[in-house]
């Protein structure tokens, strides 16, 4: 299943600004974490939680803007219909993606509506961070111009018949749903493309640690060196 909200098709360049890797003198480090569908991206992002690291969640911060109370809710249910909110008043997700997910017009219309909330909520967890560095995990980090709040990416990767398999035995979700789904995401040599880091995510958890534990001691470098 998708299960962002902000099911973005923008694409763009990855800014190249005047500073070291971007670096903002008054902020954070801040890690983009990424990956296509079934990549491992929570698994990677659970790896740095264990080291200590703050992680920001991108799904988290679109759940958020879009709870019950929320003016963007409103703004949902007027546009859509009240079809879209479930009898507790909470937004019904999955009939939502059906009304978006084929509609380039609706969901245009939704991105730019969430897009600019979610950015915020986004702001707001990063700047409370309390770690050596942050981390902002988007499964459409580029797509979306997340990609801007960061000063480095690092993808989470694996073979595409592997992604397919692992998110298929996640979400019990055929693999025609799932290659739908990969096909609306940025494909994977263009988001390799844009990688600062990558980790390797096709073997067992053992390995993926390993690759994590070594760039954590990259950016713990990098901070040392840069703040």
């Known amino acids: 299943m998708v299960r962002p909200l902000f099911m973005a098709a923008l694409t763009g360049h990855r800014y190249n600004g005047p500073s070291f890797y971007g670096f903002r003198a008054d ?3 801040t890690i983009g974490l990424t990956g296509g569908i079934g990549s491992g991206k929570s698994a990677a992002a659970s790896c ?5 690291i703050n992680v920001v969640d991108a799904d988290w911060a679109a759940r958020v803007v879009v709870q019950p109370g929320q003016p963007a809710l409103a703004k949902i249910a007027e546009h859509f219909g009240a ?3 479930l009898e507790n008043g909470e937004l019904d997700r999955a ?13 245009s219309w939704l991105e730019g509506l969430l897009h600019p909330l979610i950015r915020e909520e986004i702001l707001r967890a990063l700047a409370a961070s309390q770690s050596a560095y942050a981390i902002l995990e988007s499964p459409l980090l580029i797509e979306s111009g997340q990609y801007k709040l960061v000063d480095r990416i690092c993808v989470v990767d694996l073979p595409e018949e592997q992604q397919v398999a692992r998110a298929g035995a996640r979400d019990r979700s055929d693999a025609e749903q799932i290659r739908k789904i990969m096909a609306a995401q940025l494909p994977r040599q263009q988001r390799l493309e844009k990688a600062d880091d990558v980790l390797d995510n096709s073997g067992d958890l053992a390995s993926l640690e390993a690759q994590v534990e070594a760039l954590h001691q990259l950016y713990l470098q990098l901070v040392e060196e840069n703040y």
């Open 27 to 29: 902020s954070v480090l």
């Open 83 to 85: 079809d879209v909110l």
């Open 95 to 107: 009939k939502l993606r059906g009304l978006v997910f084929d509609n380039a017009n609706e969901r």
């Open 48 to 52: 740095f939680r264990a080291l200590g």
